[in-house]
């Protein structure tokens, strides 16, 4: 997947012309990527561009409004809802999600469980008639890579919140040539995320990186606490937005230039969804992405949906252990240490 492929959702998003149901809209894409780690970032947010028309998702009030929504949607392949006895109704809205990376594939078509039924009766299943995605759900939340690769001694004590679980995720940043620490000195800032050793060309992230020669190093204030994890997540969406050089990328773009307020909101967005999507300690109370989403007022127009979206997945397969370690590429031009 790349940024490219989210295009066609940003488009959509970018031609609701009112204001207020623009950021439902938004609301709706958020809220459903993060609910359903069942579905891929890319086919989540398919459905939600397509779902909210039918489910007038612009009457929801709120975030949380828009959230209880979520929460009683039920989306499943026309195939599955047919072995369980409840084809589409004749009139049935099919969702149709593709696949971006094979243009030759057809749409498979999704139903909600309000647009198939009994073919005897012509009733909906009832949710005692069909087992629930709870447990579906939540094993994806669960699902872990290669654990093999991960280096959770590094993080075992960073703070007492953290479960095995947790600082097993966290183990997986060196991959990215990343290590996380503590700043004890007092600052407002919650995190500071730096290419502190940028690498040269063929030069491969290793699992004993320390804050003495990993290539980006992620600072986290020491008041952040159990946020801490959060935090981490968003110095990951730093990286993975291009806010920072990519140094695994050709020439990669480095972030300048960019609305400073934008930077916060992109990367905050992308680890929030990410951590969400595995199950990881979500950010306690708000935060400057979620406060700037319950607006009535769209995102701002410079906040790049797909790129958020790109790098939500990348953050994903990095903690969930997917990913594989990276090499440098000639990330600039120029060598930087040269």
């Not at 409840?86 to 094979?102: E, G, K, M, N």
């Not at 005897?120 to 093999?148: C, E, K, L, M």
Request: glycine share 6%.
């Amino acid at each position: 997947m790349t940024t490219a492929h989210y295009a066609h959702i940003h488009t959509m998003v970018q031609a609701e012309t009112d204001p207020v149901r623009r950021n439902r809209l938004e609301q709706f894409i958020y809220a459903l990527v993060c609910a359903w780690p069942n579905y891929s970032i890319h086919h989540a947010a398919q459905a939600a561009v397509q779902l909210a028309r039918p489910v007038q998702i612009h009457r929801a009030h709120s975030l949380e409004a828009v959230e209880r929504v979520v929460k009683h949607l039920d989306l499943r392949a026309g195939e599955e809802w047919e072995m369980l006895g409840y084809p589409p109704r004749p009139d049935a809205l099919p969702i149709l999600l593709s696949d971006p990376q094979d243009e030759t594939a057809p749409p498979i078509a999704h139903y909600l469980r309000e647009d198939v039924a009994d073919p005897d009766t012509g009733t909906h299943p009832s949710y005692g008639d069909v087992p629930g995605q709870t447990a579906h759900i939540a094993g994806w939340r669960q699902r872990r890579g290669n654990p093999d690769s991960s280096r959770p001694t590094t993080y075992r004590g960073f703070h007492p919140a953290l479960t095995e679980d947790h600082t097993r995720m966290l183990g997986n940043l060196w991959k990215i040539g990343a290590v996380a620490v503590w700043e004890q000195e007092s600052s407002d800032a919650a995190s500071w995320a730096e290419l502190i050793h940028p690498p040269a060309e063929g030069e491969s992230a290793t699992p004993d990186m320390t804050e003495h020669d990993s290539w980006y190093r992620f600072r986290i204030s020491s008041h952040m606490g159990r946020d801490s994890f959060a935090e981490i997540a968003l110095c990951l969406g730093n990286v993975y937005c291009r806010h920072l050089p990519q140094v695994w990328q050709e020439n990669s773009a480095d972030g300048s230039g960019v609305d400073r307020q934008v930077v916060l909101l992109e990367s905050e967005a992308a680890g929030t969804i990410a951590v969400s999507r595995v199950g990881g300690p979500v950010r306690r109370g708000s935060s400057f992405f979620r406060n700037t989403l319950t607006d009535d007022e769209p995102l701002p127009h410079d906040f790049h949906l797909p790129t958020v979206l790109h790098a939500a997945e990348q953050i994903q397969a990095l903690l969930q252990g997917d990913s594989s370690p990276v090499t440098a590429a000639a990330w600039f031009a120029d060598d930087p240490r040269s």
